[in-house]
């Protein structure tokens, strides 16, 4: 039996034509069955679409009036259907991407130069905030995917490593001048330290690692941006507590140095979040790959 959809397809054919043969031969049917189906659609709606000529057909008053809903909703489910194969072919749409102002500037720039490169008619937007607060935006819905320091413990979300990062401590000259051997944390932690904001994930790493050697820390300052961490540490404030991928500009050129250590920093990750229960976008899901190098 021909779906209702299908009946309002043929409807609408056979009131352009004006006839039940012209549009068989348009759609590739009987005209047996044409006919078949306007009368089952007729019988549905109990009333009569159609004036039977010896030469064609006419609509009715009520079929004009079908005719012109029927008409408009078929040009929209049509441009509905263009709209979604543009979407699945990368040529319109938009992606939506947490990540904090750090990671956007020392590891996600060239990923959405390549996208934008490949895909300039995808809209990226860029929402702002810390790993939890990408993360709260994620599982509401407002992004698509979550850019942030790895792990994230929450069992709805997909978690996949894009780099590994270190934490170090660096300072200033005048900081430089004092430490003459590698460093043990307890000493450190005695130093006049600069960190990130406790709600930070990075902050919350090297607090719960410290911790667990049984170490507590009372920073000197706590920051909102790791360029402000080395801002500090350069006019001699304090240590700062920075990743080390992320401040090579600054130890290459010998405005920072990197304290040395009797012990390193457990190595962590950045990567890609996004909800195991909904399944990915084209454009998200390009990205990702965009993200793992394939």
Same mark, same amino acid.
């Not at 064609?56 to 509905?80: I, K, R, W």
């Not at 660096?170 to 600069?194: A, M, W």
């Not at 961490?229 to 050129?253: H, P, Q, R, W």
């Given at each position: 039996?021909?779906? !209702?959809?299908?009946?309002?397809?043929?409807? $609408?054919?056979?009131?352009?034509?004006?006839?039940?043969?012209?549009? *068989?031969?348009?759609?590739?049917?009987?005209?047996?069955?044409?006919?078949?189906?306007?009368?089952?659609?007729?019988?549905?709606?109990?009333?009569?679409?159609?004036?039977? @000529?010896?030469?064609?057909? %006419?609509?009715?008053?009520?079929? =004009?009036?079908?005719?012109?809903?029927?008409? #408009?909703?078929?040009?929209?489910?049509?441009?509905?259907?263009? !709209?979604?194969?543009?979407?699945?072919? @990368?040529?319109?749409?938009?992606?939506?991407?947490? $990540?904090?102002?750090?990671?956007?500037?020392?590891?996600?720039?060239?990923?959405? =130069?390549?996208?934008?490169?490949?895909?300039?008619?995808? %809209?990226?937007?860029?929402?702002?905030?810390?790993?939890?607060?990408?993360?709260?935006?994620?599982?509401?819905?407002?992004?698509?995917? *979550?850019?942030?320091?790895?792990?994230? =413990?929450?069992? %709805?979300?997909?978690?996949?490593?894009?780099?590994?990062?270190?934490?170090?401590?660096?300072?200033?000259? !005048?900081?430089?001048?004092?430490?003459?051997?590698?460093?043990?944390?307890?000493?450190?932690?005695?130093?006049?330290?600069?960190?990130?904001?406790?709600?930070?994930?990075?902050?919350?790493?090297?607090? #719960?690692?410290?911790?667990?050697?049984?170490?507590?820390?009372?920073? *000197?300052? =706590?920051?909102?941006?790791?360029?402000?961490? @080395?801002?500090?540490?350069?006019?001699?404030?304090?240590?700062?507590?920075?990743?080390?991928?992320?401040?090579?500009?600054?130890?290459? !050129?010998?405005?920072?140095?990197?304290?040395?250590?009797?012990?390193?920093?457990?190595?962590?990750?950045?990567?890609?979040?996004?909800?195991?229960?909904?399944?990915? #976008?084209?454009?998200?899901?390009?990205?990702?790959?965009?993200?793992?190098?394939?």
């Amino acid at each position: 039996m021909i779906g !209702k959809l299908d009946l309002y397809k043929i409807f $609408v054919v056979v009131g352009k034509n004006n006839s039940f043969s012209s549009a *068989a031969k348009e759609l590739y049917m009987t005209q047996p069955a044409i006919s078949q189906s306007i009368m089952q659609l007729e019988e549905e709606l109990d009333v009569r679409l159609f004036n039977r @000529l010896p030469k064609g057909v %006419t609509l009715t008053h009520e079929g =004009e009036l079908l005719f012109e809903y029927a008409d #408009s909703a078929l040009h929209l489910l049509g441009a509905g259907e263009k !709209k979604i194969s543009e979407f699945n072919n @990368l040529t319109a749409g938009e992606l939506k991407i947490g $990540v904090g102002d750090t990671i956007a500037k020392y590891f996600l720039l060239p990923y959405l =130069e390549t996208f934008h490169n490949s895909y300039p008619n995808i %809209t990226l937007k860029i929402v702002n905030g810390t790993t939890l607060e990408t993360i709260d935006l994620l599982k509401s819905g407002r992004v698509d995917l *979550a850019i942030c320091n790895l792990p994230v =413990e929450d069992p %709805t979300l997909e978690q996949k490593i894009n780099i590994d990062i270190q934490d170090i401590f660096v300072c200033g000259k !005048k900081f430089k001048q004092q430490i003459s051997k590698p460093l043990t944390f307890e000493e450190i932690t005695q130093l006049p330290l600069i960190l990130l904001e406790p709600k930070s994930n990075s902050r919350k790493y090297i607090e #719960s690692f410290l911790l667990d050697q049984g170490i507590p820390i009372e920073p *000197a300052f =706590e920051l909102g941006s790791h360029d402000l961490l @080395l801002e500090f540490a350069k006019i001699n404030l304090g240590i700062a507590c920075v990743t080390k991928e992320f401040s090579m500009d600054y130890l290459d !050129k010998g405005i920072l140095y990197e304290v040395p250590l009797q012990k390193e920093i457990p190595a962590r990750n950045i990567g890609v979040c996004y909800l195991k229960s909904v399944p990915l #976008s084209p454009s998200s899901t390009k990205f990702v790959k965009i993200l793992e190098g394939k």
